[in-house]
């Protein structure tokens, strides 16, 4: 253990940051088949886009699903737009993301699954003092309209996406602006996420790294990134006792 992990173990908890697909939002039930119906209105119904948008996307028709390898996975609409637009023969602008952010969230929250009981683990987080906010790679209002139709939006202090004005993972803006906002040191705040891009935020901003599995694509390195590995945010207060 280093000595800045031994300081951080030793310091009390102020708050606890959570990604949001793969760790509280189920990505491959809520997205898989959202992702198809968005591309399908993004083609307008053209099939030959629909096919080139999913081969951009790494995205199986059959299974209604995404390949280890899609840029879906852990980027933002500003990663792959322009890859869209091309797959649609449009010129890539802040109009085409705006479209796909709008239609991922009619489409994400028409087939909203959650991973265990988010609401379980936010009142038992709360109750413990903690602070409570999401960093996504998701749109803001695709954040809050998520959470608020999960019924947990009330327990988050401080939601932010790509498009909030802090930037995006795997840099730490985000991450940052909650530090700045809510006057807190590094080591008093733990980041939770299912990708890389999470944990590698989180160590570009000093935050203790908490990786959880319950992602799309965990790879084979993630416990190497991470202070702790858990199988879902249904084991954060069993950490909390262990971590004392």
Do not use: C
């Not at 999401?134 to 019924?151: C, F, H, I, M, P």
């Amino acid at each position: 253990m280093t000595a800045d992990l031994a300081t951080a173990s030793a310091t009390p908890l102020r708050a606890i940051l959570l990604d949001k697909d793969g760790t509280f939002v189920d990505f491959h039930q809520t997205w898989g088949p959202a992702a198809f119906r968005v591309m399908t209105r993004m083609a307008g119904g053209d099939r030959g886009r629909v096919g080139r948008l999913m081969a951009v996307s790494h995205y199986d028709e059959a299974s209604l699903s995404f390949r280890p390898t899609s840029p879906l996975v852990a980027g933002s609409s500003a990663d792959y737009g322009p890859l869209w637009a091309d797959a649609i023969g449009v010129p890539f602008s802040a109009a085409v993301t705006d479209e796909m952010d709008r239609l991922f969230v009619a489409e994400g929250l028409a087939g909203l699954v959650a991973i265990g009981d988010p609401n379980a683990v936010m009142i038992d987080l709360k109750r413990r003092g903690l602070i409570l906010g999401v960093v996504t790679n998701d749109s803001e209002n695709g954040a809050r309209s998520q959470t608020a139709k999960l019924g947990i939006d009330h327990h988050f202090d401080f939601i932010v996406g790509w498009d909030s004005g802090h930037g995006r993972k795997p840099e730490a803006g985000q991450i940052h602006a909650f530090l700045d906002s809510h006057g807190m040191a590094p080591h008093e705040v733990a980041m939770v996420g299912d990708s890389l891009h999470d944990m590698h935020a989180a160590r570009k901003a000093g935050v203790i790294a908490v990786g959880v599995t319950s992602g799309p694509m965990v790879p084979d390195e993630f416990e190497s990134h991470a202070d702790v590995v858990l199988g879902s945010i249904m084991e954060l207060g069993d950490w909390l006792d262990r971590r004392g």
